[in-house]
């Protein structure tokens, strides 16, 4: 086992140690609540009667840790429970509404990364020009506009009585409507998801390359006689771009947060209506497994990006201190 | 050289680079600013030229200058530099960047920074070569071994596939000079190639230098602050100081007969280590570029200076028109200068503390350790890493009043000594008492006490001075900490702090960007000495400063010395000034002490064969001196994984066999011809440690 593997054994048993953490607590706040399952489920049916027996098939009158175990037994079996609102199992509920926000959230960090990136170096390399200025004040509008206005904003532009553009909200399945339809609807959404990230990347890489350019190493290569092209693309880039990757990092749990939002304002039927639908109507097995599944992307992708880091910076060398 | 001798005839009349009144000019926020004024200067091929001259005297602005490569405010505004004929400064981008890598080479001055940190070396270096050759990949990469094995870079396929942090800075400094060599260039400028490096890896730069210019004939420009790298290796030296060359002539002239004022002040300022002489400084400090006085830049501190010097722009006068070279100088008075030349004093007997052996020592430190990375749990089940050890078992015991120098190369443990002894870093074992008391007992005000008692001046002022506050109330924080004085006599105390080390009050108002390097030192050692301390740790407390304030901080750490009683740990890399600042020296390798005794025993036969590697890499300032230097083959070995038995036998050239790698030697007695007793950690007999090298 080299240094590397142990490195990554280690994150791995912490992420681990995480989840385990957050479903105690997840469990927890199921059982502090007000109500408990019983009663939701029974809404203005709920006699006392009614509410013991329920929980007695429900299993809710055993003690909590029983009721924890069996929980975790059944999550790591793939046996989610069944959702108190849709009267399905929550495993099918969650795999079909997940693979929708992944595909809001994948588009939109291919967006982020196509448009920033390129965006901030151009900034950097023609700074203090037109263009450079140009693009600084599109980022500075993107980081003052928060997404709930950019999207309504969208929607009366492009979805309102002036154009009628695209599809103001809902969903069409890729094997019922075909890609236009489809894509159609994700249209809106995206922009309004990348556009505050976007902002907030493209400045930031414009910073890191300006200070990049302006390093000896930089000026090695110059001095080497290479033109420009390579010193900035070969050179200045690797280097430049390390803040960038941690940002991206960083935006993926804001893009899992940012398409709670969304879905909302665009009636998009994805996890995060899923969630938000959980907590209004106390759908306790949904909002336990939707909970935690975000919070695994959450983690895993924060290990992705120290991953990504030692390709760009090999001076990062995990599980060996060695300067 | 043969295949280069048709170039030489065909240039025989004209030089490779022509300089010609040259005047670099910034623009800035306050107004044009001239970096450089009047520089000329005409380089032969094959030629060494050694340019030295302190921080701010535009010596890497030239430099850069040569390459027509200044920041975006720098221009040329009045005349010209020419390579081969051409006018650098009217090529077209392209034209300039098929010269720069090919033609003219550049080795920066900071290896660390100069290499790209996520490109591997090899790649660094190919791709110069790519750029100015149709050399395919496969023949880039034999020329890459080939310059590797040339800058002697054993592993070469090794190294090349290394990423610049993987390599010491020895290594990195010969990948960029490997880098700078790839296209045969015409001319190589090197800024400041050994300023990072220790003595022994400077010997060897130094000498790899010497032998480019004698094998492949390359014409060399040597940027540097330490006039002792140029004197054995240039034929040519130019002094420059704030902008203005002062001296120019071939180097046994200006090194020998030194007609300048300033060079020659700048020639007693560097420490001689084979030379009882000491050292003096040059009084004053360089101009601001934005404040360059009228009539002649150095008339402010100079000893000659009249009246007349600050009318007038001083012209260069021909001080001797038909030796070796044209020997020139930009003084009105250099026939006083040289009548009666600035010298280094003849050393008078150091002033020693008063120590008798009898007395308890002040601080004594038993087998001490300091480990780093000591592995966790889950390291030690999974087969982690050793921990690194950077202290290990050292016995030190400092007298009172006396100095004791403390000397090593980089990485051998030096510095996280000199922290544990004062305890700012924690030992991993050991015991250490100072005063009779055991450290580990201190608690509460006998530990308040022993903090003002025992201090720490760190090496760089610019990094340990808190920026963002004034220099005054920086040592009012430190009077009121170290001591138990009321409020005015606080004031009064940050007062004489300042008078002590010779500041004045009008310091106290400044914050440390508005003072020069030796001031912000002053300051630190104000600092240190706030609580009248009995004992304090001058961790390289001169090696960040221009060679012509050292001895002025080295006399200011000898005067506190006996006003205040003090006793010091002087460590250092450079002998040379511990020679002149100590009383007695302890050399460490490897997180052990090697060799401890007497200066004069120390820098006496019989030697530790490491002290003696020591001694013999430190450059000297006369030219003709052509000592053979011991050269230390590779790096000190990993604190990780340290060699066994003596941790030297790795790289000593005195090694005598299997006694060394299996048994690790003992600190003994070893008498001088002086009879000076003096403690050797070294297998051979005092007959075979004087034998060897000459020094």
Redesign the interface.
């Given at each position: 086992m080299n240094s590397f593997h142990r490195y990554l054994l280690k994150r791995l048993v912490y992420v681990l140690l995480n989840l385990v953490g957050l479903s105690v607590v997840v469990f927890c706040i199921t059982v502090v609540l007000p109500g408990n399952a019983a009663e939701t489920i029974l809404g203005r049916y709920a006699t006392p009667e009614n509410v013991a027996t329920l929980e007695r098939e429900l299993g809710l009158h055993r003690p909590h840790h029983v009721q924890y175990l069996d929980w975790v037994a059944g999550f790591v079996t793939g046996d989610w429970g069944t959702s108190f609102r849709h009267n399905r199992p929550v495993f099918d509920l969650v795999v079909t509404r997940g693979i929708r926000s992944a595909y809001l959230a994948v588009i939109s960090l291919v967006a982020i990364v196509a448009v920033s990136i390129p965006a901030g170096i151009i900034a950097a390399v023609y700074s203090e020009s037109t263009l450079d200025a140009g693009i600084t004040g599109l980022a500075y509008v993107g980081i003052s506009v928060p997404e709930f206005v950019t999207g309504t904003g969208l929607l009366v532009l492009f979805a309102g009585p002036v154009w009628s553009v695209f599809p103001a909200g809902g969903y069409t399945p890729l094997s019922a409507g075909g890609p236009v339809e489809w894509a159609s609807h994700l249209v809106l959404p995206v922009i309004t998801l990348t556009f505050l990230s976007i902002a907030h990347l493209v400045r930031l890489t414009r910073t890191e390359m300006i200070e990049t350019l302006q390093s000896e190493y930089v000026r090695t290569a110059r001095l080497k006689g290479l033109d420009e092209r390579t010193v900035v693309l070969k050179h200045a880039v690797r280097n430049g771009l390390l803040p960038t990757v941690t940002l991206l990092a960083m935006n993926v749990g804001y893009l899992v947060g940012g398409v709670v939002v969304v879905e909302e304002v665009f009636a998009y039927p994805g996890l995060g209506r899923l969630l938000v639908g959980a907590v209004l109507h106390r759908d306790i097995p949904v909002l336990q497994a939707t909970v935690l599944l975000v919070a695994g992307i959450y983690m895993f992708a924060n290990l992705g990006a120290d991953l990504l880091y030692t390709y760009f910076d090999p001076r990062i060398s995990y599980g060996s201190s060695a300067r | 050289m043969s295949k280069r001798n048709h170039s030489v005839v065909r240039d025989e009349e004209e030089s490779l680079i022509e300089v010609e009144s040259l005047t670099v000019t910034y623009d800035t926020p306050d107004g044009d600013v001239h970096a450089l004024r009047d520089i000329s200067l005409s380089l032969d091929r094959g030629e060494t030229l050694g340019i030295a001259g302190e921080s701010g005297s535009g010596k890497s602005t030239l430099a850069l200058a040569l390459?027509d490569?200044l920041d975006e405010n720098g221009r040329i505004t009045s005349g010209s530099i020419r390579y081969d004929g051409r006018r650098i400064h009217d090529l077209s981008a392209d034209e300039l960047?098929?010269?720069?890598?090919?033609r003219l080479?550049?080795v920066?001055q900071?290896p660390n920074?100069?290499?790209?940190?996520?490109?591997r070396v090899g790649e660094q270096i190919t791709?110069?070569i790519r750029?100015?050759t149709d050399k395919t990949t496969r023949a880039a990469q034999e020329r890459l071994y080939e310059l590797l094995e040339t800058v002697q870079i054993g592993d070469a396929a090794y190294t090349a596939d290394q990423?610049p942090?993987e390599l010491s800075g020895g290594m990195q400094q010969r990948v960029?000079i490997a880098?700078a060599l790839s296209c045969d260039p015409d001319l190589l400028i090197l800024d400041e190639p050994t300023t990072g490096l220790d003595v022994t890896t400077q010997a060897t730069v130094l000498d790899l230098v010497r032998d480019l210019n004698e094998s492949f004939n390359t014409t060399i420009v040597l940027i540097t602050h330490d006039l002792s790298v140029i004197a054995n290796t240039c034929e040519r030296a130019m002094i420059l100081y704030a902008g203005e060359v002062m001296e120019t002539g071939s180097v046994s002239q200006v090194f020998n007969s030194p007609t300048h004022p300033y060079t020659q002040g700048l020639l007693a300022a560097v420490p001689r280590i084979r030379d009882e002489r000491t050292m003096n400084s040059v009084p004053g400090r360089t101009p601001a570029l934005a404040e360059i006085p009228e009539g002649c830049v150095f008339a402010d501190r100079c000893a000659f200076s009249t009246a007349d010097c600050r009318t007038a722009p001083i012209d260069m006068t021909a001080v001797d028109a038909d030796g070796e070279a044209p020997h020139r100088t930009r003084c009105c008075h250099w026939e006083d200068a040289v009548s009666d030349p600035i010298e280094p004093e003849t050393v008078s007997e150091r002033t020693r503390g008063e120590t008798s052996s009898d007395e308890s020592p002040l601080l004594n430190a038993s087998n001490v350790t300091k480990y780093f990375?000591t592995p966790t749990f889950?390291?030690r089940i999974?087969?982690?890493?050793p921990p690194?050890k950077a202290v290990d078992g050292v016995d030190l015991s400092v007298q009172r009043g006396e100095t004791l120098a403390l000397v090593g190369e980089s990485g051998c443990g030096k510095s996280t000594l000199g922290a544990c002894l004062v305890d700012v870093l924690e030992r991993t074992s050991g015991e250490i008492t100072f005063n009779g008391d055991r450290l580990a007992d201190l608690r509460g005000s006998a530990r308040d006490e022993f903090r003002s008692n025992a201090q720490i001046v760190f090496q760089n002022p610019h990094s340990s001075l808190n920026p963002r506050k004034r220099i005054g109330d920086q040592l009012h924080r430190a009077v009121t900490t170290l001591t138990d004085l009321d409020r005015t006599a606080r004031r009064d105390r940050v007062e004489e702090l300042l008078d002590h080390v010779g500041l004045d009050s009008t310091h106290a108002a400044r914050y440390p960007h508005e003072l020069s390097g030796g001031e912000k030192q002053r300051v630190a050692i104000a600092r240190a000495f706030a609580g009248n301390p009995a004992f304090v740790v001058l961790d390289e407390p001169v090696s960040a400063l221009d060679v012509s304030v050292q001895a002025n901080i080295l006399d200011l750490l000898d005067r506190l010395r006996e006003e205040y009683d003090t006793s010091y740990l002087f460590i250092s890399h450079d002998l040379r000034v511990v020679k002149h600042s100590s009383d007695r020296v302890a050399v460490m390798y490897l997180g052990q002490i090697v060799e401890v005794g007497s200066r004069e025993s120390v820098f006496n036969p019989p030697y530790h064969p490491y002290t003696r590697a020591l001694l013999s890499a430190n450059p000297d300032l006369d030219p003709e001196t052509d000592a053979e230097r011991i050269q230390l083959d590779g790096d000190v070995p990993s604190a990780?994984d340290p060699p066994t038995g003596c941790p030297f036998h790795t790289r000593c050239p005195q090694y005598i066999g299997e006694k060394c790698d299996r048994q690790e030697p003992e600190l003994t007695p070893v008498e001088t011809a002086d009879g000076d007793t003096h403690h050797i950690a070294c297998h051979l007999s005092a007959d075979e440690l004087e034998d060897g090298l000459e020094l």
């Open positions: - | 390459l490569y960047r098929a010269l720069r890598g090919n080479a550049h920066p900071d920074t100069a290499l790209n940190p996520a490109l791709e110069t750029e100015h990423y942090h960029l880098m990375d889950l390291d999974s087969g982690g890493n690194v990780r």
